[in-house]
């Protein structure tokens, strides 16, 4: 009898989305608001799991500790951890010293798991840029992580959250969840009435998806919908502003978001910029490096989405 081949399947734990990838490539990403709903996190992470029966083995990582359902990261990560456990599945935890640890070190030592997932995605991709300089970009939904590589390693000045906003290495700026407000800080609505993803959906950056009720107001995720959240950023409806003018709104929103970016990424210039992410589009209308490797066009559009999670499961195995 040969031997069951073993599949390890990296899980990338946030506070809105769960990711889980396999190095086939296979990946999967689902919604999943930590924050409303930290007690149904085992649940969700097993129904993930169970989209890959092959699995035998898990590689973590995680963000959602910072969620505000938690008192202190610490009990966010022991909690994220009590979940991985009730997978009953072997588990190694990546921590920003660039190796796994134990469930108990990771106890031991949260801030070295805590918010790690950059530090994994950067350890993988470094390997597209294995002499020299280069820079690795991946924008989601809520964040964008700017990472500095040199000689196939990542090099980031900062390791917590709070280190990495200082340097400049990760931006509050996403193409999802970043709030209107917190972009155009003037003369719009200081409300959550829409987020980036409506400006995205209507100048068709991203597609609809009606089955998405993620959204500021909780409706779906069309571009007649996105309209209407745009209008009450601006004090009025759909009714008081048409649609030329709630499309050159998302345009104005659009540029600023690539303006924030540009100031990022231009203190942290490279010849070569690795990109990835469900904001790539984004960040390519940003960058002029003059050599891009594009992830998406290595692994797939939904493997990139994915990446930290496929990241891990890649560096399980080598």
């Not at 169970?50 to 966010?76: H, I, N, Q």
Request: charged content about 20%.
């Amino acid at each position: 009898m040969y031997p069951t081949r073993m599949t390890i399947l990296g899980l990338d734990i946030g506070g809105a989305n769960l990711k889980a990838a396999t190095t086939e490539p296979r990946a999967a990403s689902v919604p999943f608001p930590l924050w409303k709903h930290p007690e149904k996190l085992p649940a969700a992470l097993s129904q993930l799991v169970t989209r890959f029966p092959e699995a035998s083995e898990l590689a973590v990582t995680m963000t959602g500790e910072l969620c505000d359902c938690y008192e202190t990261k610490r009990e966010g990560v022991n909690a994220i951890l009590d979940a991985v456990e009730s997978l009953r599945l072997p588990a190694r935890i990546w921590a920003t010293s660039g190796r796994f640890v134990s469930v108990e070190a990771a106890r031991a030592s949260h801030l070295e798991v805590a918010a790690s997932n950059w530090h994994a995605l950067a350890t993988f991709a470094a390997s597209f840029a294995p002499s020299g300089p280069a820079l690795l970009v991946d924008m989601g939904s809520t964040t964008t992580d700017i990472i500095p590589l040199k000689d196939g390693r990542p090099c980031a000045a900062g390791r917590t959250d709070w280190e990495r906003l200082l340097t400049g290495e990760l931006v509050y700026r996403g193409v999802g969840r970043t709030a209107i407000h917190a972009v155009l800080n003037e003369k719009v609505c200081a409300e959550l009435f829409a987020t980036t993803q409506d400006a995205f959906v209507v100048l068709g950056d991203i597609p609809e998806d009606a089955t998405n009720t993620d959204t500021a107001d909780g409706r779906p995720l069309t571009r007649a919908k996105s309209l209407a959240r745009l209008a009450r950023m601006l004090g009025g409806d759909i009714d008081s502003h048409s649609d030329d003018q709630l499309v050159r709104f998302a345009e104005t929103i659009r540029n600023r978001v690539c303006e924030d970016l540009r100031a990022s990424i231009g203190r942290h210039a490279a010849p070569v910029a690795i990109v990835s992410g469900a904001g790539e589009f984004l960040i390519r209308r940003t960058l002029d490096s003059p050599r891009i490797v594009s992830l998406n066009d290595a692994l797939g559009p939904a493997v990139s989405a994915c990446a930290p999670a496929f990241a891990l499961a890649t560096l399980s195995t080598s």
